[in-house]
Every structure is written in C-alpha cells, then in structure tokens.
C-alpha cells in the first residue's frame, strides 16, 4: 500500500467544491493505505495573508470539516504544517539544489510577476516549502488538483537532483491526478471558489444555507414548459449530492415540465441537509470544542514528527550537518 500524503489550505472556510472535489476523494483514498498522511499547509497561506485571527478560525473550520466528514484519527496522521517547524529546514536546503530559472517559472509564481513589488519571497520558494512537505514524510503518492501538477514535478526534480548529488536520500513522489473530479458549480453558475464569493458553505446554519440555496442563478423558463437538467446549476449541484435514483426522477420532472425551479431548490436543500446532516452536527461540536480539534491535531503531529524525525536526520547525514 503506498504512503499518500496531501496538504489542504487554511486560506478561507471550507464549501461544498473543496468538500465534494478535494475531502471525499481523498478520503475514499485512505481507505487503501495504512496511514494518510493530510496537513492544514497553514505556512503556505502565509505568502498571501497575514491575518492571525481569520488563519485560527479558518484552520480551525478546515480541521473540524475533515474530522466532520470521517478522517479517522486513530489511522491516518493529521497535523497543522506550522507545528511541525522542522519543514522550514528542510525547505531551506532544497531551496539550495533548486535552479532559478525553475522557480521562475512556477504558474504560481509567474502569475503574479507582472506587478513584482507585491510579490514575497515566500511566494517565490513556496513550492520547495511544498516539496519539503511532500519528502519529509517519504510520501509515495500526492493526491492533488489539476493546478498543483506542476508543484509536483518541481518535487520530483528537486528530489532527483538532491540524489544525484548527494546519494539517495528522497523517495521520488507521484503525482495523483484524479481527472474525473467532477468540477462544482456555485450560485452563479461558475466554478464554485471562495474568490468568486459564490460558494454554498454547506455547514452554515439551516436558515442561511436555505436563503444561500434558493439564490441560485437559473434561467427563465416558464414554470410549465419542460426543463433542460444539462445546463442547469440546481441539477448540476443535486447530481453531485444526491443519490442516483432521486436523480434520475428529478431528471424527469425537469423534462416533463409543470416543476419549477423553486421547487427544484427545495429538493436541493434537501438532499444537502440528508447528505450532510450528520456532518453538519459533527462539525458544529467540533468548532464549539476547539480543544478536542486541538488534542486530535496534538495527537497527529506527534505521529507525524515520529516520522519526519528520522527523515530529516538521513537529509543532514547527507549533507555533512550531523553531529
Ligand atoms: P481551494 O479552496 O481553491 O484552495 O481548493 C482546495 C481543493 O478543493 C483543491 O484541491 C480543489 O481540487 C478543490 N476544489 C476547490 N473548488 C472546487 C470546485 N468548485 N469543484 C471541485 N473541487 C474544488
Ligand atoms: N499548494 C497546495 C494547494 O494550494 C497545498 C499544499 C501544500 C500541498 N503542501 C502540499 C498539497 C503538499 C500536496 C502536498 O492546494
């Protein structure tokens, strides 16, 4: 069974895209490996915000969403990257084996180098702090998004080069690439993101979520005239949470007509609240218990440290830092 890692970011609240595109693959994933390894990467968000009160709420909600949605402690390793310093030392010295030009060259940075001045240095090394997540715990297999590929073969590189040079250190990570991710909609219509603002936060309270549900964007079709299910976000979102067979019959009330978009939100809702009405009061009992999401993440970065311990003193063997 390979060794899967993957770290999550703290940057905002977690809504129904991250839940259904990044959280349950990857906790489908777990179920075939010993121990997974996931981490709130709460050192990366700090290339773009710097705001320690929204980093503990936010770290707290991303951590209480995937304990709500059945990351089982006990088997799978959980941690916070900022408990674990030790990653800042690693990423120091494969910022040493990593050449300008490659760095230069990373979509993340690159997109922001037009207006330079606002551009951290953070920015600019955040995929060797990536790849120093990835090799301290000799992950074998990185589930990521289509937009995190490139991070991955930077990993790759850098862990070859290090070999190369110094004896074989690193496992080499691979990339999972899950293209059948399906992409959520949000209220608009776009790809769901919190940027966009038009995110469903599916652990919001029961009022909110029903006003945020009932916002949706649909098109103008008389109430009686059939609708077209392809094209539209409310059945969009309700395939990508209900069960098959309530799907197909609320694909053929769209096509029979006389079945209106109201009450296609209702149905929404409603399948929201059955999917994830267990996960809802999980959640709430986490966020109203921070010291329980506190000791479960205690408990994972000792695991975690028990790890990257040995991981880190082969990398200053390596290197000559050993004493
Ligand atoms: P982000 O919140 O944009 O940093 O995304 C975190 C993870 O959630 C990424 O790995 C994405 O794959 C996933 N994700 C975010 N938005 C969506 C969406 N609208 N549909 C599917 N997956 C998403
Ligand atoms: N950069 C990733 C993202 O924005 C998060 C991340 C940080 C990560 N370290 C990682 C993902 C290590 C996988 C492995 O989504």
Redesign the pocket.
């Known amino acids: 069974m390979p060794r899967y890692l993957t770290g999550?970011?703290s940057?905002?609240k977690p809504?129904l895209?991250?839940i259904?595109?990044?959280i349950a693959p990857a906790l489908e994933l777990s179920k075939t490996s010993d121990a997974a390894f996931y981490f709130i990467a709460d050192l990366h968000t700090l290339t773009s915000s710097k705001d320690p009160k929204a980093l503990r709420e936010n770290t707290l909600e991303v951590a209480a969403a995937w304990l709500a949605c059945g990351l089982n402690v006990q088997k799978d390793v959980f941690y916070r990257q900022s408990q674990i310093p030790e990653v800042c030392e690693l990423a120091w010295y494969l910022n040493c084996f990593a050449p300008y030009p490659m760095l230069a060259n990373a979509h993340s940075f690159k997109d922001k180098s037009e207006n330079l001045s606002s551009v951290n240095a953070g920015l600019f090394v955040y995929p060797m702090l990536m790849a120093a997540d990835i090799l301290m715990y000799d992950a074998e297999v990185v589930p990521?998004?289509k937009d995190?590929k490139q991070h991955l073969e930077m990993t790759r590189d850098v862990a070859e080069a290090f070999n190369r040079t110094m004896g074989p250190t690193f496992v080499v990570p691979e990339a999972y690439i899950r293209e059948d991710?399906?992409?959520?909609?949000?209220v608009d219509g776009r790809?769901?993101?919190?940027s966009y603002g038009n995110a469903i936060n599916v652990f919001e309270d029961e009022k909110s979520l029903r006003k945020r549900i009932m916002s949706i964007v649909t098109d103008a079709t008389p109430l009686e005239a059939p609708k077209n299910p392809q094209t539209c976000t409310v059945f969009a979102l309700y395939r990508a949470v209900a069960p098959a067979d309530a799907v197909e019959e609320l694909r053929r009330r769209y096509l029979e007509g006389n079945f209106g978009y109201g009450q296609a939100k209702q149905a929404l809702f409603e399948a929201v609240m059955e999917r994830f009405g267990p996960a809802r009061e999980k959640f709430r009992h986490f966020v109203e218990n921070p010291q329980i999401v506190e000791e479960l993440l205690r408990l994972g970065e000792e695991k975690a440290r028990s790890v990257s311990r040995p991981v880190l003193e082969r990398v200053r063997r390596a290197l000559g830092y050993s004493v």
């Open positions: 999550i970011q940057s905002g809504h895209g991250n259904l595109g990044a990521v998004g995190q991710v399906m992409t959520v909609p949000g790809k769901m993101s919190k």
